[in-house]
Nanobody, 118 residues
Framework: QVELSESGGGLVQAGASLRLSCAFSGRTFATYIMAWFRQAPGKQRELVAVISSGSSTNYADSVKGRFTISRDNAKNTVYLQLNSLKPVDTSIYHC????????????WGQGTQVTVSS
């Protein structure tokens, strides 16, 4: 069973940076595609960034050039660097994992709150 645990959220001012971390345990990390999602109150969940086991990345248009996803397979951890934060980035950020042979994100973390004040 995979377990995911996020950390690194907080309250910051617009323009600031944060780094979110997601610790992975229970299976072979390198065989999982990792992603960050976010969901604000009253809004649909949004896929923010994805990183493959080979570290190929994709981003939502809304965060391109500001957010960077990365992974450290030795530490079983995926990161999301958030730069130039805006109030619209305020949300709960969840990491998620799917095995490279599957199409659905099967495992989810509990989420970490990011709040950006103007």
């Amino acid at each position: 069973q995979v377990e995911l645990s996020e950390s690194g959220g907080g309250l910051v001012q617009a323009g600031a940076s944060l780094r979110l971390s997601c610790a992975f345990s229970g299976r072979t990390f390198a065989t999982y595609i990792m992603a960050w999602f976010r969901q604000a109150p009253g809004k649909q969940r949004e896929l923010v960034a994805v990183i493959s086991s080979g570290s190929s990345t994709n981003y939502a248009d809304s965060v391109k050039g500001r957010f960077t996803i990365s992974r450290d397979n030795a530490k079983n951890t995926v990161y999301l660097q958030l730069n130039s934060l805006k109030p619209v980035d305020t949300s709960i950020y969840h990491c998620a994992a799917r095995h490279y042979r599957t199409s659905q994100y099967t495992y989810w973390g509990q989420g970490t709150q990011v709040t950006v004040s103007s």
